[in-house]
């Protein structure tokens, strides 16, 4: 049950896009499509952005998409806005009932 | 509208014991499977514990395992997470989550739990 692996900070202007990776092994992101993201604001508790790899809540702007190839998920914010700062992290099923979360990245917005 | 409220929380010393509760409403609480993830101050998130529908279903992270049971009442809409041998790298804010599917769809406002002597 190692954690995910995530760059620890990202930044990018208003309106330029941004990836973030997260990096697993073949026992949970490359075994499942069962990778999601959430976002986190100080002192909130964290928001389900993308689901299943790649699909997005009801109420979740489209600017937010994920993907994965092999071991390896990504987040991509397009048109980055100010409320977007946060903090990410990826979520993976590992098996046999248990998650795995990376240790998370902040989003700063310049 | 999907409403998780923690309590519990509070300082404890190490060695000691806790217990977590979660009340659910808003939705049909037996339907879910519902975790704990937790935050240690200033870090990210842990997955610590998982229960079925039903509870007879169990599965804790490493870290916990043999130290914690959780369990619910569907008679009550509770979620519980009983903490023993604390310790302090126990030190976090709790997280009741809801689960649909795989993801965590609905999550609490957390309890804070601190272990220090």
């Known amino acids: 049950q190692s954690a995910l692996t995530q760059p620890a900070s990202v930044s990018g202007s208003p309106g330029q896009s941004i990836t973030i990776s997260c990096s697993g092994t073949?026992?949970?992101?490359?075994?499942?499509?069962?990778v999601s993201w959430y976002q986190q604001h100080p002192g909130k508790a964290p928001k389900l952005m993308i689901y299943?790899?790649?699909k997005r809540p009801s109420g979740v702007s489209s600017r937010f998409s994920g993907s994965k190839s092999g071991n390896t998920a990504s987040l991509t914010i397009s048109g980055l806005q100010a409320e977007d700062e946060a903090d990410y992290y990826c979520?993976?099923?590992?098996?046999?009932?248990?998650?795995?979360f990376g240790g998370g990245t902040k989003l700063t917005v310049l | 509208q999907v409403q998780l409220v923690e309590s519990g929380g509070g300082v404890v010393q190490p060695g000691r014991s806790l217990r977590l509760s979660c009340a659910a409403s808003?939705?049909?609480?037996?339907?879910?499977?519902m975790h704990w993830v937790r935050q240690a101050p200033g870090k990210g998130l842990e997955w610590v514990a998982v229960?079925?529908?039903?509870?007879?279903?169990?599965q804790y992270a490493d870290s916990v395992k043999g130290r914690v049971i959780i369990s619910r009442d569907n008679s009550k809409n509770t979620l519980s997470l009983q903490m023993n041998s604390l310790r302090v790298e126990d030190t976090a804010v709790y997280y009741c989550?809801?689960?649909?599917?795989?993801?965590?769809?609905?999550w609490g406002q957390g309890t804070l739990v601190t272990v220090s002597s």
């Open positions: 073949s026992s949970d992101v490359g075994s499942y499509n069962l």
């Open positions: 229960i079925s529908y039903d509870g007879n279903e169990k």
């Open positions: 808003g939705f049909s609480f037996r339907s879910y499977f």
């Open positions: 979520c993976s099923f590992a098996g046999s009932r248990t998650w795995v």
């Open positions: 989550a809801r689960v649909t599917g795989y993801d965590f769809d609905s």
């Open positions: 299943e790899g790649n």
